[in-house]
């Protein structure tokens, strides 16, 4: 696991904004201006929804309070490419971070997994993801990075993504012999609300 893990804030847009630099400057400007230590941002757009999740990065994510999140919103809705589109704000304290085998390529796509999970359960959901999840995934051909998230204020409550080099990576046998082991099958019984999204990366630029 990585010794600098950093958190930050997701917007979620119902829309699959534009791959413009117009676009990405009006974000990395907004993260300048509503994030305090802002570290990055990035953009990705659904393949499949009118979806796009923001990111914005915090050096420090304990600066990240109730004032950053209403600030990102208000700002968010004063973007062109944004007006008028539904924003929602959650903020994301970091869990696991670490490198992919396939780290040395390049990420187009960015996998999302959200869910709840029934309380007494919540546990080993974790344990098996920091022990056994994320490690095996991050180590399948293809996975750029292996990250994950908590939203300590609602719901979903994880967040679990990853960047790839290729959409394909997840049907390959190596990926699907991680998701379906004796603990997997323990585990996954008890998600609740689970979502599960493909994006293309728009952008992710360092501030």
């Known amino acids: 696991m990585s010794a600098a893990l950093t958190g930050g804030v997701l917007l979620k847009c119902a ?3 534009p791959s413009s630099p117009a676009f990405q400057r009006s974000v990395a400007e907004l993260a300048r201006k509503r994030m305090p230590l802002a570290e990055s941002a990035a953009a990705h757009a659904a393949l ?3 979806e796009t999740y923001l990111y914005v990065f915090s050096r420090e994510p304990g600066a990240i309070d109730s004032a950053v999140l ?16 539904k924003v929602a704000a959650a903020k994301l304290l970091p869990l696991f971070d670490v490198a992919g085998v396939s780290h040395r390529e390049a990420a187009p796509f960015h996998y999302v997994v959200e869910m ?11 344990a098996w993801y920091d022990e056994e999840h994320m490690p095996g995934l991050a180590g399948c051909p293809g996975s ?14 994880y967040h679990s993504c990853y960047d790839l080099a290729r959409t394909e990576t997840l049907g390959s046998p190596p990926w699907l012999a991680v998701r379906y082991t004796k603990w997997s099958d323990r ?3 008890h998600f609740r609300n689970a979502k599960r999204t493909m994006f293309r990366r728009l952008f992710e630029i360092a501030l």
């Open 48 to 50: 499949d929804l009118e």
């Open 70 to 85: 209403s600030g990102l919103l208000e700002g968010a809705a004063g973007l062109p490419e944004l007006k008028g589109v």
């Open 187 to 189: 585990v996954r019984p």
């Open 144 to 157: 750029v990075r292996a990250r994950r998230f908590r939203n300590p204020d609602g719901s979903p409550r």
């Open 116 to 126: 709840d999970v029934v309380a007494e359960h919540e546990a080993d959901l974790n």
């Open 15 to 17: 829309l699959r904004a």
